[in-house]
C-alpha cells in the first residue's frame, strides 16, 4: 500500500509531467538503444547490450516508483488549512536558541523537498519537530548530537 502525501497543484504537475516524459520520451528511446545493441551482434559479449538493458531496469523502476507517489498523492486545498499552526505547506520561520539564527523553511512532501529553496520534508527531523507548533512554541528537534530548541518566530502561507 502506498503512503499518502499531499501536494500542491504545482507540485502534482510536476510529477504527473516527469512520469509522461519517462513513458512518452524515455521509455522509447530505452527500447530504441536495445534494439541496436541487439543488432551489433552476439549479445553473449555485448557490454552495449547489457548497458542498454541496465539502463531500461532503471528506467522502469524510476516509473514504478513515480506512479506510486501518484496513487497516494493528494492535492492539498491551502484555504481549508489552520492558519495558526506549521503544518504541511507552512512556511515557518524559526530562531535557533543556541547561536540566535534565523532561519525560514517551507513544509512539503518528501518529493518536494529542495533544501536549496528553504522547502523541507515532513518526514525530516526538522519537519517532524514542527509540525503542528504555533506561534511561540518550542521545537524540540532530535539531532545526531544531542536535542537542538527551536523558537517558532512567524507562520505562514505563500
Same mark, same amino acid.
Do not use: C, W
Given at each position: 500500500?502506498? %503512503?499518502? +502525501?499531499?501536494?500542491? !497543484? &504545482?507540485?502534482?504537475? @510536476?510529477?504527473?509531467?516527469?512520469? =509522461?516524459?519517462?513513458? /512518452?520520451?524515455?521509455?522509447? %528511446?530505452? +527500447?530504441?538503444?536495445? !534494439? &541496436?545493441?541487439?543488432? @551489433?551482434?552476439?549479445?553473449?559479449? =555485448?557490454?552495449?547490450? /547489457?548497458?542498454?538493458?541496465?539502463?531500461?531496469?532503471?528506467?522502469?523502476?524510476?516509473?514504478?516508483?513515480?506512479?506510486?507517489?501518484?496513487?497516494?498523492?493528494?492535492?492539498?486545498?491551502?484555504?481549508?488549512?489552520?492558519?495558526?499552526?506549521?503544518?504541511?505547506?507552512?512556511?515557518?520561520?524559526?530562531?535557533?536558541?543556541?547561536?540566535?539564527?534565523?532561519?525560514?523553511?517551507?513544509?512539503?512532501?518528501?518529493?518536494?523537498?529542495?533544501?536549496?529553496?528553504?522547502?523541507?520534508?515532513?518526514?525530516?527531523?526538522?519537519?517532524?519537530?514542527?509540525?503542528?507548533?504555533?506561534?511561540?512554541?518550542?521545537?524540540?528537534?532530535?539531532?545526531?548530537?544531542?536535542?537542538?530548541?527551536?523558537?517558532?518566530?512567524?507562520?505562514?502561507?505563500?
Amino acid at each position: 500500500m502506498s %503512503k499518502v +502525501s499531499y501536494y500542491t !497543484a &504545482e507540485g502534482l504537475k @510536476k510529477l504527473r509531467d516527469e512520469l =509522461n516524459n519517462l513513458k /512518452d520520451i524515455e521509455r522509447p %528511446k530505452a +527500447s530504441q538503444a536495445i !534494439a &541496436e545493441a541487439r543488432d @551489433k551482434g552476439d549479445l553473449s559479449e =555485448n557490454a552495449e547490450y /547489457d548497458a542498454a538493458k541496465e539502463a531500461q531496469g532503471l528506467l522502469e523502476m524510476r516509473i514504478s516508483k513515480l506512479e506510486e507517489t501518484l496513487s497516494g498523492a493528494r492535492l492539498i486545498d491551502e484555504s481549508q488549512l489552520d492558519t495558526s499552526k506549521a503544518l504541511i505547506h507552512s512556511t515557518v520561520k524559526i530562531k535557533n536558541q543556541i547561536n540566535g539564527a534565523h532561519m525560514t523553511y517551507k513544509l512539503v512532501a518528501q518529493s518536494e523537498a529542495d533544501i536549496k529553496t528553504g522547502k523541507i520534508s515532513v518526514d525530516s527531523p526538522i519537519g517532524k519537530g514542527l509540525l503542528g507548533k504555533s506561534v511561540g512554541e518550542v521545537a524540540e528537534i532530535q539531532v545526531p548530537n544531542g536535542i537542538m530548541k527551536f523558537d517558532v518566530v512567524e507562520i505562514s502561507r505563500e
